[in-house]
């Protein structure tokens, strides 16, 4: 008992570290990995971004633009009127000279103008953005939803593992248990003559050996622990303790997510088109300026003001127009076509995981049956044990039996709660 004693502290001290043998959940580790996900801090920052975006359309389409226009421009000449050569930075008059002709020069040209620019036609270009804008946002919130969903397949199959090396270190624990109580009582039977001493040796042989069965599942339990906390972006090496957990198959409520992405990508692909035509619309623009505006020379009398409409509209681009919209149609297709074969695919794969569930729970069924039956063997083995009416090495067998059998059950409730994950994962 002095062994299995110190079996306990080593363990109790596997599970503190410090942290007084802290407990947690799955539901712990999916909240973590949604907190440190890069994909879906990128998304939240890309709707931020689009916010933004919004504000800026806002302005560019119906916001007046207000600027400040100012040039300066000399156009001197060398005059060689009246047989006199001169230099002249503003000519008065000269019919002889060499220099742009005063027709285009003028003298030069000065301005300094405040302009403003009010867009008229921009509030339907506006509401095109904005549907463009929000439908991004919304792929977006999608993408995040399906990464969320990636995240608990992912984490939930991770945890899945750690249980199992979990369990694995409670049963080589129960048969160590078995095994020392067994050993104590032996030791007393060995003393009276009932049993030889190589009984109790093979006895204490077993119980080495499933002693470095222990260890080389805390070991693993510990290398799985640490991958669950590199998925969940957890800075911790402390080992804790898992709570169980049961996996159970949802019933889809609503659209699939799934399906909801491809729907986006089509109505995204109609969006930028309409993005792309924008250019075809009729533009309108109001306009206005005052300030300086003149040629020759620059003067007081020469402040003024002016005000106008300017009109634009392609009428003709070489058909790139036409050509876009047949892009667009193709891509289009593309998209109807990927998303009947998703559905398909997913309906197959369903109906797959679900027989595979079905058929582990017969298999777990049986097992269990089996359970209680070794159970009950057991139970007399350890009576016929304390009489000294069987051997060590037929103990030794069916512990070998039971420990093999509860591996089995263990492996298979794992497979079913990981179908069930996956299950769940692709049902929504």
């Given at each position: 008992m002095a062994f299995y004693k110190k079996l306990i502290l080593i363990w109790l001290s596997f599970f503190s570290t410090g942290l007084e043998a802290q407990v947690r959940s799955l539901d712990y580790y999916i909240g973590q990995a949604k907190n440190n996900s890069p994909l879906i801090f990128e998304k939240k920052v890309q709707n931020n971004a689009m916010?933004?975006?919004?504000?800026?359309?806002?302005?560019?389409?119906?916001?007046?633009?207000?600027s400040i226009d100012a040039g300066?421009?000399?156009?001197?000449?060398?005059?060689?009127?009246?047989?006199?050569?001169?230099?002249?930075?503003?000519?008065?008059?000269?019919?002889?000279?060499?220099?742009?002709?005063?027709?285009v020069s003028d003298g030069g040209q000065y301005q300094a103008l405040l302009s403003v620019e009010q867009p008229l036609s921009g509030g339907k270009k506006m509401d095109i953005a904005s549907r463009n804008l929000a439908?991004?946002?919304?792929?977006?919130?999608?993408?995040?939803?399906?990464?969320?969903?990636?995240?608990?397949?992912?984490?939930?199959y991770q945890y899945l593992r750690c249980l199992q090396s979990q369990s694995q270190i409670d049963i080589y624990s129960g048969l160590i248990?078995?095994?020392?109580?067994?050993?104590?009582?032996?030791?007393?039977?060995?003393?009276?003559?009932?049993?030889?001493?190589?009984?109790?040796?093979?006895?204490?042989?077993?119980?080495d050996n499933y002693q470095v069965f222990i260890e080389k599942s805390r070991s693993g339990y510990q290398q799985n622990l640490l991958d669950l906390n590199i998925i969940c972006g957890i800075k911790d090496t402390a080992l804790v303790e898992?709570?169980?957990?049961?996996?159970?198959?949802k019933t889809k409520t609503g659209d699939s997510f799934f399906i909801r992405k491809y729907e986006l990508d089509s109505l995204n692909l109609v969006s930028l088109q309409q993005l792309s035509e924008l250019k075809y619309q009729p533009q309108l623009n109001l306009f206005a300026n005052n300030g300086l505006n003149a040629v020759y020379l620059p003067?007081?009398?020469?402040?003024?003001?002016?005000?106008?409409?300017?009109?634009?509209?392609?009428?003709?681009?070489?058909?790139?127009?036409?050509y876009s919209r047949q892009e667009t149609d193709i891509l289009a297709q593309d998209i109807t076509f990927k998303k009947q074969r998703f559905i398909t695919e997913n309906f197959i794969r369903r109906t797959k995981i679900l027989n595979q569930i079905n058929s582990i729970d017969k298999q777990l069924?049986?097992?269990?049956?089996?359970?209680?039956?070794?159970?009950?063997?057991?139970?007399?083995?350890?009576?016929?044990?304390?009489?000294?009416?069987?051997?060590?090495?037929?103990?030794?067998?069916?512990?070998?039996?039971?420990?093999t059998l509860k591996q089995v059950i263990i492996n298979l409730r794992m497979q079913k709660d990981a179908l069930i994950n996956t299950y769940n994962y692709w049902n929504y």
């Open positions: 916010e933004m975006e919004l504000k800026r359309l806002k302005a560019f389409y119906t916001q007046p633009k207000i300066l421009l000399f156009a001197p000449i060398i005059s060689t009127d009246n047989n006199s050569t001169r230099a002249q930075f503003v000519s008065a008059g000269a019919t002889d000279y060499y220099g742009y002709d005063l027709a439908i991004s946002r919304e792929i977006n919130e999608t993408e995040i939803k399906l990464t969320v969903y990636d995240i608990e397949r992912i984490v939930g248990n078995l095994i020392n109580r067994e050993l104590q009582i032996m030791r007393e039977l060995l003393q009276n003559g009932i049993y030889k001493y190589s009984d109790y040796q093979r006895l204490k042989i077993e119980l898992l709570k169980d957990v049961d996996f159970s198959l003067g007081l009398n020469r402040l003024g003001f002016s005000i106008g409409l300017k009109f634009s509209w392609v009428l003709f681009d070489g058909k790139q127009r036409n069924r049986m097992k269990t049956n089996q359970k209680n039956e070794y159970d009950e063997l057991i139970g007399i083995y350890k009576t016929e044990l304390s009489q000294g009416q069987i051997s060590a090495i037929d103990f030794v067998n069916v512990l070998r039996d039971i420990e």
